[in-house]
Structure formats: structure tokens, C-alpha cells
Antibody, heavy 121, light 110 residues
Framework: QVQLQESGPGLVRPSETLSLTCAVSGYSIGSGYYWAWIRQSPGKGLEWIGSIYHGGSVYHNPSLKSRVTISVDTSKNQFSLNLNSVTAADTAVYYC??????????????WGQGTLVIVSS | QSVLTQPPSISGAPGQRVTISCTGGSSNIGAGYDVNWYQQLPGTAPKLLIYGNNNRPSGVPDRFSGSKSGTSASLAITELQAEDEADYYCQSYDSSLSGMFGGGTKLTVL
């Protein structure tokens, strides 16, 4: 059973960098699939942040691309999100997710429980 | 504002049938990219409901069905039940390789 678990600071100061990690169990990241970050601002809809393949190919939401870094660590079976120069608008529940199939254009079948990150001084 | 447009809210009585629309454009749904649907209960992560336009994952009741035509897609829920009250999101991709979600639809069971 594939399981994903987000972790990271729940509070980040404005202009600083938000850093989150998604630990994966039940599946080896190095075996394939695109691994995604998705967020949801309070009371709002879902927003795709980006996806990374174990080999390093990364795709980003154009609206966030200049501030986002997504990386993968196959030795630790986890992938990470860095979002720099954060503002209050980046306050959200951040989810990591894995799609149903190994193709890029696939539905997200496995989700972490989500972690709330608040941007505030 | 989301690239995929959904009605903000819909409602229906128990036993009724409701549909949720998801309207995109020529670079996403109209370009042939699949549409997926998710159900989100309060305080929980989204759950995959429909994938590949009209396929149900194991365990999803056949009361839920999806369809796609042109630049739009729809989610239909028949025999509406109180437990169906949730937020529903469509999701697809576009030719720039970006993932995208609809703005979400809040379903109220009267």
C-alpha cells in the first residue's frame, strides 16, 4: 500500500523559503512515476504546483515557476518542495500526491494527508 | 481564476440525479487530455472518483459517472445520498504540460 506523508514547518515568515518533504512508503520512488505537489488555500480550490520524475524531469505551474524548486532523493525515498519569497498568499494546505499510472498525464490516486503552512510574521 | 470552470455550487434532494460541468478550452480538454474527478470531504485529502474521463477506481460506486465532449466534461451522480455532500473538482492537463484543477463545486444534499 503506497503511503505519502508531508512534513515541514507549519509557520514560515514572509519573504522566507517554505520547505516541505514528502516521505513515501510502500513504493520505491526510483522505480518510476511522477510525484506531485498540490496546494489548497483556506476555503479555496486545489492548485497544482508541479511534478517531478525520479530521473529528474520537473514540470512547474507557470504562475509559481520562478519561485519553486522540486527535487527528489531516491536514497531516502522522498521528494521535496521549496517555495521562496513567500507571502500570505502562499498560506495553504500542501499535499503530495502520486498518479495512478506511470504516464505524466494521469490522475492522482495517492495523496498525503496534507500539511498546513501559514505564512505570517 | 481557474482555467477549468465549474459551477461554484449545486444542490439536490436524496435520490435525485445531479451533474457537475467542467469547461476548459482548446489547449486542455479540447486538445484531448483526459479529465479526472475528485471528491473532497471536509478536512480530508481529495479522493479520486473518476479517471480517464469515465473510469471508476475500485470501490467507487457506479452511481458516479463521467463523460467528456469537446472542451467540456461532466460528472453525474445518481441516487443522491447524504454522504455525497462534498466538494468536487475536475482536473486535467494542457499542452504546456501543466496540471490544472477546476475551481471546485460544492454539492449540498437537501
Amino acid at each position: 500500500q503506497v503511503q505519502l506523508q508531508e512534513s515541514g514547518p507549519g509557520l514560515v515568515r514572509p519573504s522566507e523559503t517554505l520547505s516541505l518533504t514528502c516521505a513515501v512508503s510502500g513504493y520505491s520512488i526510483g522505480s518510476g512515476y511522477y510525484w506531485a505537489w498540490i496546494r489548497q488555500s483556506p476555503g479555496k480550490g486545489l492548485e497544482w504546483i508541479g511534478s517531478i520524475y525520479h530521473g529528474g524531469s520537473v514540470y512547474h505551474n507557470p504562475s509559481l515557476k520562478s519561485r519553486v524548486t522540486i527535487s527528489v532523493d531516491t536514497s531516502k525515498n522522498q521528494f521535496s518542495l521549496n517555495l521562496n519569497s513567500v507571502t500570505a498568499a502562499d498560506t495553504a494546505v500542501y499535499y503530495c500526491a502520486r498518479p495512478r499510472s506511470g504516464t505524466y498525464y494521469s490522475a492522482f490516486d495517492y495523496w498525503g494527508q496534507g500539511t498546513l503552512v501559514i505564512v505570517s510574521s | 481564476q481557474s482555467v477549468l470552470t465549474q459551477p461554484p455550487s449545486i444542490s439536490g434532494a436524496p435520490g435525485q440525479r445531479v451533474t457537475i460541468s467542467c469547461t476548459g478550452g482548446s489547449s486542455n480538454i479540447g486538445a484531448g487530455y483526459d479529465v479526472n474527478w475528485y471528491q473532497q470531504l471536509p478536512g480530508t485529502a481529495p479522493k479520486l472518483l473518476i479517471y480517464g474521463n469515465n473510469n471508476r477506481p475500485s470501490g467507487v460506486p457506479d452511481r458516479f459517472s463521467g463523460s467528456k465532449s469537446g472542451t467540456s466534461a461532466s460528472l453525474a451522480i445518481t441516487e443522491l445520498q447524504a454522504e455525497d455532500e462534498a466538494d468536487y473538482y475536475c482536473q486535467s492537463y494542457d499542452s504546456s504540460l501543466s496540471g490544472m484543477f477546476g475551481g471546485g463545486t460544492k454539492l449540498t444534499v437537501l
